[in-house]
T-cell receptor
Framework: GGIITQTPKFLIGQEGQKLTLKCQQN?????MYWYRQDSGKGLRLIYY???????QKGDLSEGYDASREKKSSFSLTVTSAQKNEMAVFLC???????????FGPGTRLTVL | GDSVIQMQGQVTLSENDFLFINCTYS??????LFWYVQYSGEGPQLLLQ?????NKGSSRGFEATYDKGTTSFHLQKTSVQEIDSAVYYC????????????FGKGTQLIIQP
């Protein structure tokens, strides 16, 4: 089996600060995802990547950047943190298509 | 556009009750449908998936039938236990842009002992 690791588990930042969340997977999966989870709103896709150095925008990409420099890692940057984007950020990976997505445990973002 | 609707934000049951969580979808064609479950403090994990219309998926006592006529994929379990307390997400694989899923808003299941 494999595992998805997200760091940090808790991230606290100031309003307007640039913050980076990291995700690593050892499944050797091609496709990776970043979702934002807000209570009562489900999972909304921010960015995804189907291979190294590829980036695809999701439905919620404004205010975020992403980077896939290696197959095993996918990072997400909040370009200017705002209080209304306090949420849990989930990373996932898959071999692609209709295959199962495997999720990490999440990073909880708090903005002061 | 593509959408997945879960009307129930929260369901509260007692142990051994029957569970029914509503899910309907809207898209063109016949997408692959999923149920994911998220236990407290963890990421979501796949519970079951069905690719072919009118087929049934089952796992750990949960069942869901892909009904293309009513565009529904409701989740059922005959007798819930306290360990089933979790958030359940219905999801759909896009028929175009096939690497993406659309998730419903989730249904929190609370089982009272």
């Amino acid at each position: 089996g494999g595992i998805i690791t997200q760091t940090p588990k808790f991230l606290i930042g100031q309003e307007g600060q640039k913050l980076t969340l990291k995700c690593q997977q050892n499944f050797n999966h091609d496709t990776m995802y970043w979702y934002r989870q807000d209570s009562g709103k489900g999972l909304r896709l921010i960015y995804y990547s189907i291979t190294e150095n590829d980036l695809q925008k999701g439905d919620l990409s404004e205010g975020y950047d992403a980077s896939r420099e290696k197959k095993s890692s996918f990072s997400l940057t909040v370009t200017s943190a705002q209080k209304n984007e306090m949420a849990v950020f989930l990373c996932a990976s898959t071999t692609g298509g209709a295959h199962e997505q495997y999720f990490g445990p999440g990073t909880r973002l708090t903005v002061l | 556009g593509d959408s997945v609707i879960q009307m129930q934000g929260q369901v509260t049951l007692s142990e051994n009750d029957f569970l029914f969580i509503n899910c309907t979808y809207s898209t063109t064609g016949y997408p692959t449908l999923f149920w994911y479950v998220q236990y407290s403090g963890e990421g979501p994990q796949l519970l079951l998936q069905v690719t072919t219309a009118n087929n049934k998926g089952s796992s750990r006592g949960f069942e869901a039938t892909y009904d293309k006529g009513t565009t529904s994929f409701h989740l059922q379990k005959t007798s819930v236990q306290e360990i089933d307390s979790a958030v359940y997400y219905c999801a759909m694989r896009h028929t175009e842009g096939a690497d993406r899923l659309t998730f419903g808003k989730g249904t929190q299941l609370i089982i009272q002992p």
